[in-house]
Structures are given as C-alpha cells and as structure tokens.
Nanobody, 125 residues
Framework: VQLQASAGGLVQAGGSLKLSCAYS????????MGWFRQAPGKEREFAAA????????KYAEFVKGRFTISRDKAKSMLYLQMNNLNPDDTAVYYC???????????????????WGQGTQVTVSS
C-alpha cells in the first residue's frame, strides 16, 4: 500500500485548503483512512478518519466542524477539506491507512499501518 499526500500550501488565517491523498497498491475499499498532523516540536496528532465503507467519520476536538474528510473510492483518493484555518493549524499533514479497526481505535496513531510522506500546511496570521 502506498499513499501520496498533496495540495498543502500557504494560506492566510480564515482561508481554506483541500488536501488530497492518492492510494495505490491494494483494494482501497478495504481500508479505514485517516489524517494526522504534526506541528514543529510537537507529537503527531489525530485530525480525522473515515471508515472503509465511508459511512462513519471521526474528528478530533480541535476540528470543531471546520474539517471534512471524504473519499472517492472509484479514484482511490482521500480528501481533507479544511476551512476557517488558523495559525495553530500549521503542520505537516499525513494521510494513513489501516485494516478495519474498532471505531474507538481510529484516532490512535498506532492503529495505522501505512503512511504517506506528508504535505506542509502553513497558515499565516
């Protein structure tokens, strides 16, 4: 399984970005997918996740309705729409995949088997 995250960039506070993650190497529909982020000097943290079926999503508290995770199974793509960004959202964002874990485990870093290389998101004030 290979993951390739892209579409990060520089945006002003209050702006939006949509991250993309291309998936290849196995059957996309069999994996739960997630987005994590890591700010400078901080540990990697959970942002959002989606069940393999696409019917269930989970978000970190800091998202507060600003982020939306989605997937296009036909294109083997995962997305993270981020709105109303603020400087605290500055981080490297990673997409990740795991073979169907419990819902409670979707936010756990250790649940994920495959990781993309990360894409930088910088939010200026």
């Amino acid at each position: 399984v290979q993951l390739q995250a892209s579409a990060g960039g520089l945006v002003q506070a209050g702006g939006s970005l949509k991250l993309s993650c291309a998936y290849s190497g196995s059957t996309f529909r069999d994996y739960d997918m997630g987005w994590f982020r890591q700010a400078p000097g901080k540990e990697r943290e959970f942002a959002a996740a989606m069940r393999w079926s696409g019917g269930t999503t989970k978000y970190a508290e800091f998202v507060k309705g600003r982020f939306t995770i989605s997937r296009d199974k036909a294109k083997s793509m995962l997305y993270l729409q981020m709105n109303n960004l603020n400087p605290d959202d500055t981080a490297v964002y990673y997409c990740a995949a795991t073979s169907r874990v419990a819902l409670s485990a979707l936010s756990e870093l250790s649940s994920y088997d495959y990781w993309g290389q990360g894409t930088q998101v910088t939010v200026s004030s």
